[in-house]
């Protein structure tokens, strides 16, 4: 099974830049689709972006298309989610997911949660 973890949340100002990674602790991590989830309070959990097990394939949600990009890094067990141009509805904890097959752009599937991070789009 793998563990993932979140990094790199925090607060940033609004218009500015936040990557997170989601690093996993298994060497079967490269058969796994990655995604990321996020869920800001009172609302629906929301996917955002999905990356399949090579790297080759992404998907971006609607609501961050245009300002958000999401790559991995096989050989350092690591996922990245990078998002510009913030606003303060991006404010949620993002959560970092997986599941073992390759269907990285359908947010059905994914039995694999990490923690979650914090980001906060504040001035």
């Known amino acids: 099974q793998v563990h993932l973890e979140e990094s790199g949340g925090g607060t940033v100002q609004p218009g500015g830049s936040v990557k997170l990674s989601c690093t996993a602790s298994?060497?079967?991590?490269?058969?796994?689709?990655i995604g990321w989830f996020r869920q800001a309070p009172g609302r629906e959990r929301e996917f955002i972006a999905g990356?399949?097990?090579?790297?080759?394939?992404?998907w971006i949600g609607d609501s961050v298309r245009g300002r958000s990009t999401i790559s991995r890094d096989n050989e350092k067990n690591t996922v990245f989610l990078e998002m510009n141009s913030l606003k303060p509805e991006d404010t949620a904890v993002y959560y970092c997911?997986?599941?073992?097959?390759?269907?990285?752009?359908?947010?059905?599937?994914?039995?694999?949660w990490g923690q979650g991070t914090q980001v906060t789009v504040s001035s």
């Open positions: 997911v997986g599941k073992d097959n390759n269907y990285y752009f359908n947010k059905e599937g994914y039995d694999v």
């Open positions: 298994a060497r079967s991590w490269s058969s796994y689709s």
């Open positions: 990356i399949s097990r090579g790297g080759s394939g992404t």
